[in-house]
Nanobody, 119 residues
Framework: VQLQAFGGGLVQPGGSLRLSCAAS????????MGWYRQAPGKQRELVAS???????NYADSVQGRFTISRDNAKNTVALQMNSLKPEDTAVYYC??????????????WGQGTKVTVSS
């Protein structure tokens, strides 16, 4: 099982970016999916998460600006980021709680995609 993330880059303050992440491999089912970020010198933090049924959770710092969504049929998760601020600059990691085809459950991480918000 692997997660592959796409969509990072450089954007000006107030701009938008969309991150996406796809899970592939020997997957039986994907449970919660989410995005974390880690800024230089800081700990990794949860940005947003979404359960199979669609319920979502957001960090206070991104509430109202970011939207997480998923496609259960394609095992993908996306993060639409609007009104970006310099403090959103970080490496963003997707995460998924996955049952593989052998009956094992564990959390998987994508490779990280860098988001830089700067003028």
């Amino acid at each position: 099982v692997q997660l592959q993330a796409f969509g990072g880059g450089l954007v000006q303050p107030g701009g938008s970016l969309r991150l996406s992440c796809a899970a592939s491999g020997s997957i039986f089912s994907v449970k919660a999916m989410g995005w974390y970020r880690q800024a230089p010198g800081k700990q990794r933090e949860l940005v947003a998460s979404i359960r199979t049924g669609g319920s979502t959770n957001y960090a206070d710092s991104v509430q109202g600006r970011f939207t997480i969504s998923r496609d259960n049929a394609k095992n993908t998760v996306a993060l639409q980021m609007n009104s970006l601020k310099p403090e959103d600059t970080a490496v963003y990691y997707c995460n998924a709680d996955i049952d593989n085809r052998y009956g094992l459950n564990r959390a998987y991480w994508g490779q990280g995609t860098k988001v830089t918000v700067s003028s």
